[in-house]
T-cell receptor
Framework: DVKVTQSSRYLVKRTGEKVFLECVQDMDHENMFWYRQDPGLGLRLIYF???????EKGDIPEGYSVSREKKERFSLILESASTNQTSMYLC?????????????FGDGTRLSIL | AQSVAQPEDQVNVAEGNPLTVKCTYSVSGNPYLFWYVQYPNRGLQFLLK??????LVKGSYGFEAEFNKSQTSFHLKKPSALVSDSALYFCAVRGRRSKAAGNKLTFGGGTRVLVKP
């Protein structure tokens, strides 16, 4: 089974801090994604990566950046955390560029910015 | 642009009764369609997908979904609901004409299912 592991389940940070969320997948997947999940809004794509060192903006990239130095690891960075970034963050991976492959999700990081 | 609508925020059903969760989509060309389920404090789990072929797709845990091209719908169904089916359900779509890199999906807002004993 595919395993996508997010480093923290719960995280509390302060406004203005630089925040790092880490995600690791163990199935040699090419694609990795970061979403945020808010009630009533579903999942919104922040950034994704289809190869090492490659990244593309999703629908809501403002205030975020990403890093993918190794194939198995995809990091989300909040450059200067703000209270409106309090949310559930979900990482996902998928096998290849073939678009009929499902994405596999981690258990999420619930981030609170005070 | 592609989009997904899940018109019901919540669906209540008695255990043993049929369960239907509605989904309609908008996309250029033919779609790839997916259903996911999310249990409390967990990530999304893949249930089933429509790629091509038979309009009735069978997936995990006894769920199935029917693709209807004319109505642009992909409703999730289960003939006999269980209390353990109580969860949040998401429909997602991707257009086949979309850029291949990245396999981006567009998700609906989610429907909470509550199955009562």
């Amino acid at each position: 089974d595919v395993k996508v592991t997010q480093s923290s389940r719960y995280l509390v940070k302060r406004t203005g801090e630089k925040v790092f969320l880490e995600c690791v997948q163990d199935m040699d997947h090419e694609n990795m994604f970061w979403y945020r999940q808010d009630p009533g809004l579903g999942l919104r794509l922040i950034y994704f990566s289809y190869d090492v060192k490659m990244k593309e903006k999703g629908d809501i990239p403002e205030g975020y950046s990403v890093s993918r130095e190794k194939k198995e690891r995809f990091s989300l960075i909040l450059e200067s955390a703000s209270t409106n970034q309090t949310s559930m963050y979900l990482c996902a991976s998928s096998l290849s560029q073939y678009s009929n492959q499902p994405q596999h999700f981690g258990d999420g990081t619930r981030l609170s910015i005070l | 642009a592609q989009s997904v609508a899940q018109p019901e925020d919540q669906v209540n059903v008695a255990e043993g009764n049929p369960l239907t969760v509605k989904c309609t989509y908008s996309v250029s060309g033919n779609p790839y369609l997916f259903w996911y389920v999310q249990y409390p404090n967990r990530g999304l789990q893949f249930l089933l997908k429509y790629i091509t072929g038979d309009n009735l797709v069978k997936g995990s845990y006894g769920f199935e979904a029917e693709f209807n091209k004319s109505q642009t719908s992909f409703h999730l169904k289960k003939p006999s609901a269980l209390v353990s089916d109580s969860a949040l359900y998401f429909c997602a779509v991707r257009g086949r004409r979309s850029k291949a890199a990245g396999n981006k999906l567009t998700f609906g807002g989610g429907t909470r299912v509550l199955v009562k004993p």
